[in-house]
């Protein structure tokens, strides 16, 4: 490991002991690259966290300027922090006002409720979670309150606003439908926990849903650019903030909806990164389960080198996501919507295809197979065959 | 020149967050200019938003950095002079 990542895994924390402050020290008379941990610290989202630990602790190791580069790009932070916090009081605001029920998640919601501070974390977005039959009057809405649509998915739906600061993730679910989630609204929302935002009281996750939200957040983006350091921190802190957090009631509850392994993963990945601390009993759950330890080995090996790995990369994430799953449903549900679905489902290019009357819709299952054997046909006969079928 | 018995608060549209215990940002969100506290500043801006008069303020310096009333007073001024000239605080009379 170089010793940059080593210092970062070090610092990405709100409290650190006498060990580690001595391992700290040590790290920080050796050559660093400090520009190499700069960045790393950017992508991996704890350059907040990277900053205080430094001021606070170790302020006479650092150089100077690395030390007032730090505080400026914290302010930085913080302020832009403080902005969108604003914008999501009043889009949660105009929601409401609409009687549309809304659950902010990630962002400021996650930063005032587990590090009691909106400074501590990075984030981009606004992520805002919406029940399934409410999700089109939310587009509606903030495609006419100066948010324009920039990505439409299954799942979420991502906006900008006409200033360009401000992007929002609007979900109807957590997850895309090839890597479902246990998470629905209607539970999450009979959980919910109310916290302040600025002085204003808004509805946000429970502790248990939010340990339960990361620890799918975490699995899905295992292997891939997405997973950030921080999101491991998250879930070291969200442990530390609520030390009475029921882990068995949890697990419970996880293993009823699929999750319990990705729990288990989450948990135990941040052990091995970060020293977080986890009782015995998750510790002798582990030791049961003996996939947990290659889950955590292959996230801990790509969560510094993402990226260059090459072709292999997805048949790895694949394998990684299919291990990651317990109930054999979870599993199969990608490759049946990639492979049976997508080729048997009609879709709207179906229907420019051949455009039949009202009651005949039903053919379009046989003109499907038709068209897409027209199509990749003449695309095998090109030498263009993709990968998609659409 | 700020009289004792004047309250002073936060501009309405002033959002703020500590970055730890040293220093704090404060963003004002109608210019979207951000500011910088120390741990002085940090700390009177605190005692702002509980709408205290200046000699509370004063005085809660006082028995915070064991200052003199001849220290405590000119420190808040200067402050305050700086933070009215930024547009980020309004003044009242205390009732």
């Known amino acids: 490991m170089r010793p940059e990542v080593d210092l970062l895994l070090c610092c990405a924390d709100t409290s650190i002991d006498a060990a580690r402050a001595e391992r700290i020290r040590t790290l920080l008379r050796t050559d660093l690259d400090w520009g190499y941990l700069l960045q790393t610290a950017g ?10 630990s430094l001021h606070t602790g170790f302020p006479a190791d ?20 403080l902005f969108l916090t604003d914008e999501l009081l009043k889009l949660l605001t105009l929601l409401e006002a609409h009687t549309i029920s809304a659950l902010p998640y990630k962002g400021p919601a996650l930063a005032a409720s587990i590090y009691g501070n909106l ?14 039959r409410d999700y089109q009057r939310a587009q509606c809405l903030l495609s006419t309150s100066g948010y324009r649509l920039m990505n439409a998915f299954e799942w979420e739906s991502t906006y900008l606003n006409d200033s360009g600061r401000v992007a929002v993730d609007l979900h109807q679910r957590m997850t895309p439908r090839e890597f479902p989630s246990p ?33 799918v957040q975490t699995t899905k983006d295992a292997g891939t650019p997405y997973l950030q350091l921080a999101r491991i921190c998250d879930i070291s802190q969200l442990l530390r903030a609520f030390p009475d957090l029921d882990l068995t009631a949890l697990l419970r509850k996880s293993k009823q909806l699929g999750g319990e392994r990705m729990v288990l993963f989450s948990l135990c990945l941040a052990h091995n990164l970060l020293g977080t ?9 582990v030791r049961t389960q003996p996939t947990i330890d290659k889950l955590v080995v292959f996230a801990d090996q790509r969560l510094f080198n993402c990226g260059e790995r090459g072709a292999d990369n997805q048949w790895s994430i694949n394998q990684f996501r299919w291990l ?39 053919l379009y299952y046989g003109i499907r197979p038709i ?20 | ?45 605190e005692l702002l938003q509980q709408s205290r008069s200046a000699q509370e303020i004063a005085l809660a310096l006082q028995d915070n950095y064991a200052l003199t009333d001849e220290e405590a007073l000119p420190l808040l001024l200067a402050f305050v002079d700086e933070l009215q000239q930024e547009g980020l605080v309004q003044q009242s009379s205390a009732p």
């Open chain 1, 277 to 285: 601390p986890l009782p015995q009993h998750i510790v002798q759950k």
């Open chain 2, 1 to 45: 020149m700020l009289a004792p018995e004047t309250v002073l608060h936060p501009h309405p549209s002033l959002v703020f967050t500590q970055l730890d215990d040293t220093e704090a940002v404060l963003l004002h969100l109608d210019t979207k200019r951000y500011y910088t506290l120390n741990e002085t500043g940090t700390r009177i801006w």
């Open chain 1, 183 to 215: 998470l629905q609204f209607q539970d999450l929302w009979k959980r919910r926990q109310q916290m302040a935002l600025l002085g204003t009281t808004v509805s946000t996750l429970s502790p248990e849903d939010t340990l339960l939200m990361l620890a």
């Open chain 1, 324 to 362: 990651a799953r317990e109930r054999l449903r979870d599993k199969l549900l990608p490759y049946y919507l990639r492979y049976v679905h997508s080729v048997l489902v009609p879709c709207s290019l179906d229907r420019e295809f051949l455009a039949l009357p009202h009651g005949f819709a039903f």
């Open chain 1, 43 to 52: 992508r991996h989202g704890v350059m907040p966290l990277l900053s205080r």
């Open chain 1, 62 to 81: 650092v150089p100077q300027t690395i030390l007032e580069e730090l505080r400026h790009r914290s302010r930085a932070n913080a302020a832009r922090n």
């Open chain 1, 371 to 390: 068209r897409l054997l027209c199509k990749y046909s003449l695309l095998l006969f090109k030498g263009h065959l993709g990968t998609r079928i659409s």
């Open chain 1, 119 to 132: 400074a501590l974390r990075e984030f981009s977005d606004l992520d805002i979670l919406v029940h399934e």
